[in-house]
């Protein structure tokens, strides 16, 4: 395996579990073993805030500090890159609800910033109802997958909400046509951008899938629900913008009593169908789910090393534990061939023999670290 792109160093304090914790390593994969509740998940945790966002749990920040110390949380890394290394740092900020983002020393300007660097992918247990629970979890996976390719979404899809709920309050309250006008306004800017984002990722990630090196996983056919009716098709992020206005003008009595805005992408679902057998994803058995959404993040994975050339790092929690042996071993050869670092936990150390010499492993035991040989 030759990960040009790896975590070299990790420093936690007062994360979680972890007092202090110190790994260095190498450009393999890192599997972490160890009992329940011993700090694996939150290990892999505070490598997922070395991306925009909440991290893999979406844990409000002022949370992850160790409990009973009355220190700050702090998450720092040397990433190896082609360009050399480069370190960056997050942990909590001094008014607790946000964090602060340092790389390479330096206060970053923006969370995005960390998406220069670094691209993170995970898949974790609590994903497991994601066909089978709501549309918004689904879309925030989608979300999430587009960020990795497009940094900036997260500000289109935070910028329409902040808009969306401005325009229900000034429904509520009776306001002003021309104030609606111009908060209506905002909210179609945001609305296309992000269809638009949204749209040509999946699409990407669809003609990728279709060419997959994921065998051993089902492919998908990946949709997005549309925003106004079957076969709408847009031909300009500006016409978008304009149907939607007119939309939202005409709908406003309608939105004022349901108290809410009733069309636009904050409705969306991602739609995915197992290909081979033309069945919708939430009909599908455990198991065809769980491989369907492994295949869906390693093709993702290849999407965003091909458009943006990060490869991104994985995260894969409890993973290993649900395949069957030759699935494992094609899920560890798809790692490999990929060529990231995936960081990998289990509470069996024996469902990551098949990795060979491609990885290093890692005891975890009531939040300590130890490199096993
Ligand atoms: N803020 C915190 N301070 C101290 N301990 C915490 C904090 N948040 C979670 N924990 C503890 O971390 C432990 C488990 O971590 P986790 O990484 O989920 O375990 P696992 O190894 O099973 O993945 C739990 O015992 C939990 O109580
Ligand atoms: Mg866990």
Redesign the pocket.
Known sequence: MTASRYISRLRLSS????GTAALDLDQRHVV?T????????????AVSLLSPGRGLRR?PFD???????EGR?AVAATVETPDGPVDLGTGSAPDETGRKVRINGANARAVEDLSAWLRILWLTPAMDGLFTGGASDRRRFLDRLVMTLIPDHGTAVSGFDNAMRQRNRLLEENADPDWLNAIEAQMATHAAALYFARLDSLQHLQKLANTGLETAFPAADLALDPLFGPDENFASSTALEQELRRHWQGSRREDTAARRTLTGPHRTDLIVVHAQKSMPAALCSTGEQKALLIGLILAHARLVAEMTGITPILLL??IAAHLDPDRRMALFSALDALGTQCWM?G?DTMLFDGLGGNAQRIT?SA?RLTIRA
Request: proline share 0%; no cysteine; hydrophobic share 30%.
């Open positions: 994360f979680r579990n972890y972490l160890g009992a329940n509740g011993s700090g694996k998940t939150n290990l892999i945790e844990a949370t992850l500090a160790q409990q009973g110390s949380w929690d409890e936990t509470t975890v939040g």
